[in-house]
């Protein structure tokens, strides 16, 4: 899973590697067995912090400092008693909107292999942490945090396996698209969350390469 951090931020995990996207490394290198332990457990560490922070808004890419200070909230009476790709414990979105994007994210999935999830917002009303275990989190998933808190309502975490298909200037180019505070508040939050998700999925479908999601649509 990469975490977005606010520019000139870094860091890696396994199912993460640090973004305002993610990095990925190669080496002709074979790892030794204990560096692999040590990578795991590292890795292991550093989604559980990451979804404790970046979820409720901990870690973004809207370039704020004051997110890290920020403490992580696991609050599962949050959830829906039923699976939903989207969460919206902020009412930014309506019941018809929901399921437009729960559809959406379907075909998403059916059509890429890639998870996408929505979670709208206000931190500290969230579940946080408790998001990771409802939505099986791994390195095929995004998720989508829909937060104003701090100005930009955009925020992601992008799985491994994406980064590596998805130029890391990508989300930061749709964060500074539709996440901007100019952009929500004259269109709303509803508009924002949409045109985000339409953005991910046109990305998600262009074939890989040189200059695959080079716009955001």
């Not at 560096?35 to 890419?61: E, H, M, Q, V, Y």
């Not at 985000?196 to 716009?215: H, K, Q, Y």
Request: aromatic share 8%.
């Amino acid at each position: 899973m990469a975490f977005l951090l606010p520019p000139c931020s870094s860091s890696t995990s396994q199912t993460t590697s640090t973004i305002t996207s993610s990095s990925n490394l190669s080496s002709t290198l074979t790892p030794s067995k204990s560096s692999n332990d040590w990578i795991s457990k590292f890795r292991s560490k550093s989604l559980s912090f990451a979804l404790s922070g970046a979820l409720t808004l901990g870690l973004s890419l809207s370039g704020v400092g004051a997110a890290h200070a920020l403490v992580g909230v696991n609050k599962p009476e949050l959830l829906p008693k039923e699976f939903s790709p989207v969460i919206d414990v902020a009412g930014f979105l309506s019941d018809g909107q929901e399921k437009r994007l729960a559809q959406e994210i379907a075909n998403i999935e059916k059509d890429t292999g890639f998870k996408l999830r929505v979670l709208a917002q206000n931190y500290p009303d969230t579940p946080g942490l408790a998001i990771k275990d409802f939505w099986q989190v791994d390195d095929r998933t995004i998720v989508f945090v829909a937060d104003p808190t701090f100005g930009n309502i955009l925020n992601f975490n992008v799985g491994a396996l994406i980064d590596l298909d998805v130029p890391r200037s990508f989300w930061s180019r749709l964060a500074g698209k539709y996440g901007n505070m100019f952009y929500w508040k004259e269109k709303g939050e509803d508009v924002s969350i949409e045109a985000a998700v339409t953005a991910i999925s046109s990305c998600l479908r262009e074939p890989v390469g040189s200059d695959n999601c080079s716009e955001v649509r």
